[in-house]
């Protein structure tokens, strides 16, 4: 393919795209495929001449669609949102086109420096503490992760070098090996099970701390802990706060862990994945209040910011802080203007080397929707999120199991786990919404994420109905079912 045919495929792939998202609703937003559909529909090898890019194109319908889900259907309203917007989808085919690999500050300049100010420009935009922001001199700064997962590792790495180091400075007797055997992260019971890969990954103990009767973690729980580790010797050096979990959307309470964790010397790390979009609203900027205790922040503008996975934005204090756990300098990697003080490299601030021109993504969204736009946008999606809480709340048979705060709305059927089971199997079966489900304490729990960027109440009301009627059919054969036995 030579660039002439590249102007012209590429006009047809816009159209391609551009059809496929106006058109979305029309697809059912759940496939139906078997697991290994995909391998008999194409060869066994790769091809040795080349095929033509009609015949490619023509197995994107035949082959791909039919086993995808479709994330961006007003239909979908599982999991969190991704987050999808033409303006971010132009920037990255912009990115691909340019191509750089962007480890170091000379291995593309414009990708560091767009990455440094895109991530101060978001910060303020939440209103972030002053210390988290580069600047022109700052002591902290933003990088771009690839995802949550990512940031918290991150975090747990730094803060365990930090601990370690700190540890051997007072005791000098003990070794590193000591050392990493007593030291233990905490994260709440409903913290997303990527902060307990974490500590996995960093090999060192991990606890749940309870949290309290509206699925918050408060002061008085982790300080319980702490004392009974420290007095069996062990050595407390992470906590990771989250603001909106993933199975309910509920809020550790910052303002009471922070100033525990900055007394006892543990690293807060707070993973905002999915809530933090809405902190750039006002009205939802009090949920993070309490970062001023943290030292590292995270949320995710490729859930709720319209901005493509993946942008995972992730905030320090200090940089030195990850700086100081990952820095390598092969000679190969070194350049002229890294000990000027105004340079980052941020491979030092990641676990890959490699880095693409994510920072476009940010730049184009930030400009084409303004602050204004986005927040239109989350308050739209928050808004829909009361409508569906407002219809469930109208039928005595069903109950809500959680604050709706943000955009999750977490329902159920007054009745057994079984039943619950059973109606989310007939939602999923009939394929014209798609829901997932979590555990809150021992119920089985239906969740509902108003997730698409083109969800309008018209799909609200009708994910409702539908819901509805499903469940006054299976409530019809489950009452049957269950006099017979």
């Known amino acids: 393919m030579d660039a002439a045919e590249f102007r012209k495929r590429g006009k047809e792939m816009v159209d391609y795209v551009a059809d496929y998202l106006e058109k979305i609703e029309k697809r059912q937003v759940f496939p139906d495929v078997e697991p290994g559909y995909l391998r008999p529909l194409i060869a066994q090898c790769a091809p040795q001449d080349p095929e033509s890019f009609e015949d490619v194109f023509k197995d994107i319908e035949k082959i ?14 599982a999991y969190f949102p991704a987050a999808s917007s033409f303006p971010a989808l132009l920037a990255d085919m912009l990115c691909g086109g340019i191509g750089c690999v962007g480890f170091s500050w000379a291995a593309s300049p414009a990708c560091t420096e767009l990455e440094t100010v895109m991530l101060d420009w978001l910060g303020k935009m939440v209103n972030l503490p002053e210390e988290f922001l580069a600047g022109k001199d700052g002591k902290g700064g933003g990088v771009i992760q690839g995802s949550a997962s990512e940031a918290t590792l991150i975090a747990l790495l730094a803060a365990r070098t930090k601990t370690i180091r700190q540890v051997q400075s007072e005791k000098p007797e003990l070794t590193e090996a000591e050392i990493m055997g007593r030291l233990v992260a905490y994260a709440s019971d409903q913290a997303h099970s990527s902060v307990e ?9 991990i606890k749940n701390v309870p949290s309290d009767d509206t699925f918050s973690v408060c002061g008085s729980a982790l ?6 580790d420290k007095a069996a010797g062990l050595i407390p050096f992470f906590f990771c706060a989250t603001l909106g979990t993933t199975p309910c959307c509920s809020f550790d309470k910052l303002l009471e862990l922070g100033p525990i964790c900055n007394k006892e010397n543990i690293w807060m790390h707070i993973d905002a994945a999915y809530a933090g979009s809405a902190f750039i609203c006002p009205e939802f900027r009090h949920l993070l209040n309490g970062v001023e205790f943290a030292d590292s922040f995270n949320f995710n503008p490729h859930k ?65 929707y303004g602050v204004k736009g986005l927040q239109e946008h989350i308050r739209k999606h928050i808004r829909l ?16 199991c959680a604050k709706v705060v943000l955009g999750l709305v977490c329902f159920r059927l007054k009745g057994s786990n079984e039943l619950n089971e059973a109606l989310l199997k007939s939602i999923n079966d009939a394929k014209k919404i798609h829901l997932v489900p979590c555990h809150l304490r021992e119920k089985f729990v239906l969740r509902f994420a108003i997730c698409s960027r083109t969800v309008e109440s018209t799909h609200i009301k009708f994910a409702w109905q539908h819901i509805s009627q499903l469940a006054t059919d299976l409530l019809k054969t489950w009452v049957q079912n269950h006099h017979q036995q």
């Open 64 to 77: 791909i669609m039919p086993g995808v889900t479709h994330w961006h259907s007003p239909y979908f309203f």
């Open 197 to 205: 890969r974490a500590a996995l990954i960093g090999a060192v103990k």
């Open 223 to 228: 300080k319980k802990v702490l004392d009974e």
């Open 304 to 368: 709720w910011l319209l901005v493509n996975f993946d942008c995972s934005a992730m905030w320090v204090k200090k940089r030195s802080d990850l700086i100081g756990a990952f820095k390598l300098e092969p000679l190969y990697l070194q350049h002229h203007h890294q000990e000027s003080g105004l340079v980052t490299d941020y491979r030092h601030w990641q676990i890959p080397l490699g880095r693409r021109f994510r920072s476009l993504k940010l730049w184009f969204v930030l400009r084409m």
């Open 385 to 400: 999120s009361h409508q569906f809480e407002h219809l469930v709340l109208q039928d005595e048979r069903f109950e809500i």
